[in-house]
Structures are given as C-alpha cells and as structure tokens.
C-alpha cells in the first residue's frame, strides 16, 4: 500500500460528509464528471415516479393545487436559497440557464436606467470574455435588444472597464473550463461603485462553494441545477433577484405564471410582487419535482462543510498528480490558492482528448475540453478521497 | 335504457379509435380536461423510469450521446410535425409556450424586416384581442424589444387591420375559452398579402385537428405538448419554423444549443441551420423523454380520424345537452358550425363555478373559466360517447 493509499484511507475515515454517498446510485466507477450531470440520489426515482403514476396519472388536474405543482417553483427555489446565501424569497426555479440568462441580464439593464430616472446613458453591457458561451450570444441579444453595446472583456480586467456607460456586468462565479473562482465580492462591489447592477452565474459554484449572495449584496444571480445540485439532465435553472430589487425587476419575459393574478385570464399584465415575477410559462413539473427530491440529500449538510471537503479533494487530487504523472506530462490550470479555486481541477495535455477516452474506459469518468483540457469535477457529497487517489494512479498510467 | 344512451353504445361500439382508450391509464371519471391536462399513456411510467434509473442513474454523462438525449429536441418534433401537418426537419421541442412564443414573435418581426430591406417601417405586432393572455404579454415585450407598437384586434377585425406597418401578426387557431376555431388558411393569406409574418398558436388544435401547416404556407407556430398531445404536466412546448425560413430566422435567444458548433465553445455565435436553431438551453430531457414516450400513442392514428370523432363527440355532446338540461339553463358559446369549432364545448351559466365543482365531485371532470364558464373538452384518444352522455346526464341534474 502507498503512502497516498493509506493517506486517502485516513481521509476518508475522517470525513464527515462520507455517509452522503449511500444517498446517491453510484456504481464502482470514479465519477468526476458531477460539474457536468450530477449522479442520481437515490431519492429521485420514487418520486418520479409517484409524480407520474399518482400526481399525473390519478389526481391529474388536481394536482396543480392539491399536490403543490403550481408553487413548486418558488418552493423549490427557497430550497436552493440558503446554498447560495439568500434568505427565503429570492430565488424561483424553472427554464433553462440561458432563458434566465435573457431574463436577469435585461432585468440588470432597466434597473441600472430606472436608476438613471430612465436615460438610455448606460448604454454597456461587459461580459467575462472567457464565459461559457451561452452566457456571451445571450448577453449580446441582450445587448442588441436594450440598445446597449456588449463589450467583452477578461476578468482580471473587468474593474477596469466600468464606467459612466456601463449599465449591467455578466460575470462567471467560477470559470467553467479552468476552475478558476472569481471574486464576487469585491468585483460586486465594483459594479455597484460605477452604478451598474451584476449578474452572476452560479452554475460551477452552486452546491460546491458558499456563495454569499445576500452578504455580498449580488443583484441578481442565475444558476444550473443539474451539476453540484443532482437535479438530473436538464433541470430547470434558478433565478435569484434581490429582494429590495423585485418590485422594480421589469422581465423580457413577462409570462402568465408572473402575473399578480394568474387566473384572472386579463389582457394588461401586472407583475406579482416577490420572486415568482422570474416565472414565465407552466413549470416543467416531472423535472422540476425530480429536481425537489435531489435536494434532499442537503438536509444537515452545511455548504461550508461541502466546500472544506472541496478544497481537501482537489489538494489531495493536486498531490497525487504531482507524486504520480511523470513531469512536465500535463500543466494545472486551475489555481493553487484556495481562494481562486473552484470544485474542479483542470489539466492541459496536448493529447487530453484521446486521454479522457481512455481514462472513461477505465472507469475514471472526467470530461474533455477543447482544444487540450482534461477536467476533473469534485462533488463533495459522494466522491471520497480513495476515488482522487485511483483517479490520479490511472491517469498517471495512462500518461505514462 | 335512454335513446340517447343507446345511441352512445352505437357510437361507440362503430368507434375506429376506442381501442386507444387501453393506452392510457384511466379510472372510471369522465375526464373532459385533456384540454387543459392530457391523460397519462400508459407507455410513460415505464419510459420515465429507464431514463431516470439507467439513462441518468447508470450511463449518466453517456446518455447525452449514445443515450439520444442531445438530438431529442428534434427528434420529437419530427415526431410531433405530421400530427401539425408539417414535413421533418421544421419543429423542435424544448421551453414552455410562453418563450416560444417570445422567439417566434420576434423572428417574425425580424423576418418583415430583413424583407424589407432592414428599415423599421414595419413596426406594429397584432395580436388576437381574445388570446390566452400569455401570448399577449409576451407579445407586448416583443413590441417593446423591437420597437414596435402593439396592437390588439379582435380576431374577426384582424384582416382589415393589417397593413404596410404590419410586422407580425400572433393569432391563436382555436380559443381557449369559446372553442372557436380560427380560419387558419385565409387569415394566413391575408397576412401575407399585407407583406407580413404570422405566428400561430397551436395549444388548442395541436393534437385535436388538421392544421396543415406546410399545406397553408404558415410561416412559424408554436405549441403546447402536454394538453392534446398528452406529455405531462408542463411537457416542453414546440417551435415551427417553416423550412425556407429557418436560414433567416434570427432568434432573441441564441443559446449554446442552437450554435452551429454547440461544442466548439467559440465566443461568436453562428447559428445552426434548421429547426435546430430555435433550441436555446441544455433541454429538459425528463420531461422531454416522457413526452416522446406519450406520443406513441399517435402510431397507426391519422389526425383526420381523431378530427371525425372530435367533431362526433361534440356534436352528441351538444344534442344531449339539448336533450337533457333545462331551457334556458345554459347558453353555448362554441359555434355550432363544424368549420368554427375546436374540440371543446364551452358553455356559459351564471353559477359555473359552483356547478364544475359538483360536477367534479361527481366524476365528470372539466374545468371553469372565469367569469362564468364551463369548458369541456374531447379528446378523442380515450373519450368515448358512453362518456360524453353521462357528462351530460350529470351536468343536467345538477342544473335541474
């Protein structure tokens, strides 16, 4: 037994989040790739199914009331608050990342001209120019919609952009290739110093990292719940609007399920008051209630202990990779320093695709970036320390 | 034994589509809201389950590729496109109604434009005064967003309102209240002589008639899954864009999904050719794979049988009305002409609200609409005519 073997084993043993794993469906296979699909709990299955069988199937209609579907999305959405730091009422569930992408990004550009008394002056919109793409086509839509210029830019060089004109900042929480972990305070703090309104989004910190959405005083946020949330493929995303911002929140996306008075059937539109003004269409109910049943693997977690079990794995993996793969056979992306750092390690390799091929055929399940990026995701809740070190061994033989 | 009641058993017994009813799971309720909330085929649960258990729970990230998750949107609207009267390649499925409705209406207003020669003379959206009010709110942010004005007509007025300003025009092919029938072809017609764009909302005919979309030359629609078509509370809507169009559709919401390289993760967006290109976020596949398991319901069944008995089961439904409610009791609001009519009965009485409750109580499920509406609906797949006389029968004993 190595000395990284016997090390993992004391991890482990002293690893209090380790009986979460019996939570989830998981096989023998060492499964990294949770920042993309995160595995099933255990829980969801029953629940599906009763939403199918009994929900749908017997009670039909009735169920929107009765069975709770119509407030599922605020419901669940105050399930998700207190992992990102926002108090009950801020965040609702449903559409996809990219729709409320659309939504907060305009939203953030009618705040900063009501707060203007309505001018057109803050005509910029700056996006992390190394953004998921969605993020960037989205906020050049909204760009064009709002008679703003989109200005990219990197986020190191973000403070420096604002201005006079900028009127809303889109900005990545943790970068989705490198792992790199922006800081939302203090680059909050800057938008807000130039009289801009921020935009985050949560979807690689959500679940992984305390994010401090109330204490830092983030406008508005937007997060995926399929990743460190287990919420399964596709689920709705969320939507978090600051409370004391609600009332004047004004959604391109004005829908029936956001009015004050959804079966009133009336012809003007009148925003509801809270967090359902982020609501559009009928809620996607079989997602969206499989998503409700994921989140109960988080009842006595706290994401603090989510995010030190965080950090000891991706140390741990680091160390492994170091002791393991020959030198110079990969680069680290991802920072070292803990405070730049997400829940991911990324490895660039010339040849990481053909790598990560046969590292899945293994059983070491990661994914592949292009053009030369290996990334390695590490949801707490069920990956343990033995896992990192088997991680590393095979990848270590496979560079070999 | 009634006349009525033998006249059902006669209907019944020379019903070509009766044996569809054992695909779906049922109780003994007379269930008239497949309008509102489809019946569950029985080919779901199990469906819904291997995506949830093996899909999700064993392949995980897998499933994306061998799974046949990332081509499910447009999978199913090819599925979906002979049930509208369209040839492959032009619907996709995946957001709710209401953001489809947002993308059409806007690519429309685009499309007058780029007609045009890109100038803005073409600045008013009209929208059917009576729609269900979704579409009029979100068609008041397209407005908005593209500098148009909006302007509500009353379906019957919308020919003479259009003209040179005419951008778009967003109508809905059967009212969700009355039942009404719009007339699809020469509205169209009239669109386009004006030199405009039309949207059609699809919700109610979907699933319950002929729409022919290519036939009339339609220019885009949209649709709702989970009421004719039966795929589950908040089922992901459909997005037709005719196949000519699609290479200048330029939608407000380009997502990664609708990218030509959704996986090159390049910073400029260029869009992907096709239906392909009204794909927004990563889809909804729980939902989304129920919805394709609902919709096999449809093999071996052309819409023009499902359109001959709709119009039977309305028709027996209104004669034993005639029959057996008291004089005066009820006032039809849905047009006794078969070229006028959806596949629903909508029925006016001043006591609706408390008259559907008993009714509901008494296993004869429709639903009520504001102010004083009874609204019933046929769907049929699983209603028959023993049905359609009982749901009378009950109603009338409890108007007596």
Known sequence: MSELTRKAEKLDAADELAAKRAEFVLDDVVYLDGNSLGALPAAVPGRVEDVVRRQWGELRIRSWTEGGWWTAPERIGDRIAPLVGAAAGQVVVGDSTSVNVFKALVGAVRLAR???GGGLGRDEIVVDA???PTDGYLAGSAARMTGCTLRPVPPSEVTDALGDRTAAVLLNHVDYRTGR???LPSLTAA???AGAYVVWDLCHSAGALPVGLDEHGVDLAVGCTYKYLNGGPGAPAFLYVRADLQDRFDSPLPGWNSHAEPFGMRAEYEPAAGAVRGRVGTPDILSMLALEAAL???DGVTIDAVRAKSLALTDFFLECVEEYVPEGRVECVTPR???????????RCPDAGDVMERLIERGVVGDFRRPDVLRFGFTPLY???ADV???ARVLAEELA
């Open 383 to 385: 990956v343990g320390f």
């Open 114 to 116: 009501q707060a203007d």
């Open 130 to 132: 190394t953004t998921f």
């Open 296 to 298: 109960e693997v988080w």
């Open 389 to 391: 070190e088997r991680a």
């Open 181 to 183: 972990l922006h800081d």
């Open 191 to 193: 938008v807000h110093a």
């Open 337 to 347: 320093a803990h405070g730049e750092r997400g829940s991911q390690v990324a490895l």
